[in-house]
């Protein structure tokens, strides 16, 4: 509750220390836009020429990318710039004055600033996944969007989880930034796609050791209620969320035991 | 002389770089998780076939997995930080330095761009050779092809700077310019054929990229190292296109300069 109302105090001053810059602000939402056109050009170009790649259609592909934007979206908006500030602070040796605060220093991390810039990728991927749905004609009742809902949260756990334990690694090396951009802009990329086209191995890799599968794939069978590119076990997919709440508890942990090791640069 | 100046320009922008090793290593691995992914890709679209029908004739998965790495080999010198380099040297004032170096910025910004190269053929591109040859077995071109292939692709790398140059002087007028970047790299990944071969493409959409100069830097010098494209006269066609896109580009760059420096205020000093 207390955390609720400082948010609410911290959150106000953000924006309004960023609208100032006026028009570059909105500026910013273009730039991003952009380059998410292009992505859903590239695999309108590709599918309208090969029309299936492993029995997913244009539209289930475009669905695949949509929920690997939204999910990293709303977590990159909580987490991402977050973790860079903290990466930044360790880096110049003033994330001191972060951990004398009253504060448990997870949530002031996250309530510090906000990440307005993934505001446009949500924006445009709410009208993609809306898109998608009427293209495919899905028209889920009251339970299937709940239990979408429920499976997606999940999911922007996965992703939250990795912002924070790849942004975590600044406690060890100082400079995370390359560890986060190899994982987050890497190996994601291997759910661009559906994960049924990799090898074995590399599905229970995305599965069970670098879990990226439940960010869009499994979330994706449920929606689609897709079988036959059923991996391993057919409830697997409702695991989502549960993946995604043990995947954070880790990644709580690993930030907290970096704080613990944190000597400060000196300087 | 001047020959001098231009290479220890370039062994500066070197220097700087080996400072950051790890870094290296990390943009090597994902690299390697690109061509990864995107075999996997052409393996699952080729769905067991071994060979697809295209706008160039039959196209072989092996010749597409060997495309996949000679797009990412030209994508190591192709993908420059020229535009950044000159925004910011434009918006920090360091600009000024420049201006006062007995060589033309353009050479200046030319050789910083061609020291960081250099640093990229040790680091990146003979890793990323090895790894081809060794592990995909990357089929290896006719003599004949191997050179025009060469040729071109320094062309397309030539190209390449003239372009990313010339659009980053609008930042002597507009300041914003990582949006204008963002247009030019969705432009180049869909255009050029570093992802998608050209010949897979519809007709509307070949008819656009044709118009581009994109398709110059990485589907055609491709296409000639595959041997798709063999006759004389095609391939004179291919440089002179080139030429003229390079002679055209760098004319309104010269247009662009004269009116930029004009405008240059810089404070303090």
């Not at chain 1, 924006?123 to 239990?147: E, H, N, R, T, W």
Request: a positive charge; proline letters at 3%.
């Amino acid at each position: 509750m207390r955390y609720l109302k400082l948010y609410m105090r911290f959150i106000p001053v953000y924006f309004k220390s960023k609208t100032e810059y006026g028009f570059g602000f909105y500026m910013d939402f273009i730039g991003f836009a952009i380059s998410h056109v292009v992505s859903y050009m590239v695999i309108w170009a590709l599918m309208s020429r090969f029309e299936t790649i492993n029995g997913w259609n244009m539209y289930e592909v475009m669905l695949i990318y949509t929920l690997n934007l939204i999910t990293f979206g709303i977590a990159g908006a909580f987490f991402f710039f977050q973790m860079d500030d903290v990466e930044n602070m360790v880096h110049q040796g003033n994330f001191d004055g972060f951990l004398v605060k009253p504060i448990n220093p997870f949530i002031h991390m996250i309530i510090k600033s906000f990440g307005h810039f993934y505001l446009g990728d949500i924006v445009i991927a709410i009208i993609m996944l809306a898109f998608c749905f009427q293209k495919l004609g899905l028209s889920p009742d009251m339970i299937a969007y709940a239990k979408l809902i429920f499976v997606l949260l999940g999911a922007v756990l996965v992703q939250a989880s990795f912002i924070v334990m790849t942004g975590s690694m600044c406690f060890w090396l100082v400079r995370s930034r390359s560890i986060m951009n190899i994982v987050l802009f890497g190996m994601r990329g291997f759910v661009d796609y559906p994960i049924s086209i990799y090898s074995k191995f590399i599905r229970i890799l995305l599965t069970f050791v670098i879990p990226y599968g439940f960010v869009n794939f499994y979330p994706a069978q449920i929606i689609l209620d897709k079988q036959d590119g059923a991996l391993f076990a057919g409830w697997l997919p409702y695991a989502t969320p549960v993946v995604g709440l043990i995947l954070f508890m880790i990644a709580y942990k690993v930030y907290m035991t970096g704080i613990n090791r944190y000597q400060g640069t000196g300087s | 002389m001047k020959l001098v100046l231009y290479r220890e320009m370039t062994m500066n922008s070197f220097r700087s770089l080996l400072a950051f090793r790890a870094e290296v290593l990390l943009f090597l691995l994902s690299q390697v998780f690109r061509i990864f992914i995107q075999i996997y890709i052409w393996h699952a679209l080729f769905d067991g076939k071994d060979a697809l029908n295209s706008q160039a004739g039959a196209i072989s998965l092996h010749e597409m997995i060997t495309y996949v790495l000679i797009s990412s080999v030209i994508s190591v010198f192709a993908t420059n930080d020229v535009i950044f380099r000159v925004s910011s040297k434009v918006s920090s004032g360091e600009i000024a330095m420049d201006l006062i170096k007995p060589m033309s910025f353009r050479s200046v910004v030319f050789c910083q761009m061609l020291g960081s190269n250099l640093y990229r053929i040790l680091f990146e591109l003979v890793p990323l050779i090895v790894i081809s040859i060794l592990f995909f077995h990357v089929q290896l071109p006719s003599f004949a092809h191997g050179i025009a292939f060469l040729l071109l692709v320094l062309g397309g790398l030539f190209l390449n700077f003239v372009i990313t140059y010339t659009i980053g002087l609008i930042a002597f007028w507009y300041i914003l310019i990582w949006q204008v970047n963002m247009l030019l790299n969705g432009l180049i990944r869909l255009f050029s054929g570093a992802f998608i071969p050209i010949w897979f493409f519809s007709d509307s959409l070949i008819q656009i990229s044709y118009f581009l100069p994109f398709r110059l830097i990485y589907y055609e010098p491709i296409s000639v190292y595959l041997g798709k494209i063999s006759s004389v006269e095609e391939l004179l066609l291919l440089f002179a296109q080139q030429l003229a896109w390079i002679v055209g580009l760098l004319l309104l760059q010269k247009w662009m300069w004269t009116k930029a420096v004009k405008r240059l205020v810089l404070q303090g000093g």
